[in-house]
């Protein structure tokens, strides 16, 4: 490995443009770019190396104390990383909503990292402060469809703001909360507001006993996070149960009043415009009668499904996002930019001033600084993808994109349905669903059988959906994820199912078949489906 000079002499050579377009460095960027370019078309999975394998690669705690050259560190790099990294480009890769990107993102990245903007200030971010700006504004005129003089108010206002851009859905959820918390508690005559006198002295002046955040057990993980970064606490996160993957509207108006008889404050409701096991959509427009009534905040987590309303097919699945205070939607998810893209937007341009923050060397009184209204202090110009993306795929771009994943989904269904080895759990609302492996006669046998008899069959499909789901993944050609769902066919018990996000437009119908395929020959392999397939003795096993 070389060894580079240390001298600050060297040093500035780092930091200066080089001359040639055939420099070293171009020459250098030339062969990384071939690099990702080759490891994109390949398998999920590139090198059998296990975990501990790589991790030895990463094994030593010491900063090297000489400098190296670019040349050998992207080498090293090419070998203990790219070879190893995990393919999301891959059409068989339909395990997570982290999916391939559009290969304009790659010269869109240098350009955003050859600017390094940081979104905080102004003084940084002339040009970028503007354009978050404006996302945000499009992104709100998507939810919320105000008219154009509204937002020609609001748009580039001092005083106002139509969103905060972030680093992804948990960031926004976050956001969306905070703001919450602080407009419920905010200043009143005697008291200066949970901002500045904290949340004990909040609950003391309101008279709150305990104060919660509702929504169904499907509510994605970072809303305990959120809660608990908030002093709320995760023993006030209130999940209620939803054996039909949606959160009932009646189930949540009886809770919520009784959570609120009991001299408690439920602070919001939360509805998810598809979830990130199911993909189901809550029936958001009820909910935000519910909140109304109940006199709480109203947030839908729609990071995944949000992109669903540039589809005119299926945007009435999240009918009444639009009575929702606040709203987080992801980029890095449907819409295909790079991570590092989430939003929270605001009903009301008011609302983000109750977390509105000055300093006296940036963000000072009257500023559009970006950073005075963000949890995020810097911040870099992923807004930038989003405005790209925006305009590269117009609504109708993304509308197609959209239909043609849910329609994959559901081509994926009937495939599941129409197949003796396989079981559809949850049909998708979206493009999202969860199935599982089970010989046919198992599942007849399974319906009728007693409780106990049920849940010592089902936890046998269980080990087995382990197994495939893992062998398969090893097997590096494809993955499919898993998780635990309870299942009103099933007593309400929770069972292992696979999990699929359509997400890559270049997965075809053959590649789900063969995924399929796969699934069921590593499944007939194990001892399991051996062991269960035998009918007379199903109800002994
Ligand atoms: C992905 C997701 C989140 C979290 O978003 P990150 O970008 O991973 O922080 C929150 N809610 C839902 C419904 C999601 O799908």
Known sequence: MGEAQVSLEHLFRVFTKPEHKD?????????????ILDFLSQHVVTKKTSLEEIEQDFSDALVPESPEFVSSHAESLLNKLVAHSVNTYSPTFIGHMTSALPYFHLPLAKLLVGLNQNLVKIETSKAFTPLERQVLGMMHNLVYGQDENWYQQYLHSARHALGAFCS???VANITALWVARNKLLGPQKGFAGVAKAGLAAAYRHYGINNMGVMCSKRGHYSLSKAVDVLGIGRDNLITLPCPLQ???PELALAEGKRYQEEGNRLLALVGVG???ETGHVDPLDELADVARELGCWFHVDAAWGG???FSKTHRAHLKGIERADSVTIDAHKQMYVPMGAGMALFRNPQDANTVRHHAQYILRQGSKDLGATTLEGSR???AMMVYASLHIFGRRGYELLIDQSISKAKAFASMIDAHPDFELITAPTLSLLTYRVCPENVRQVIKTANPETRARLNNKVDGLVVNVQKLQREAGKSFVSRTRLESPDYDGRSITVFRVVLA????????LANILDEQSRIARDRHAWKELSKSEDLLTV
């Open 23 to 35: 420099s070293k460095l171009a020459q250098i960027e030339q062969h990384l770019s071939d690099n």
């Open 504 to 511: 890559n437009p270049l997965t075809t119908e053959q590649d």
């Open 246 to 248: 949606t959160l009932s």
């Open 380 to 382: 870099n110009g992923m």
């Open 168 to 170: 992804g859905g948990t």
């Open 274 to 276: 598809g979830t990130t």
């Open 307 to 309: 992109a669903t309303l």
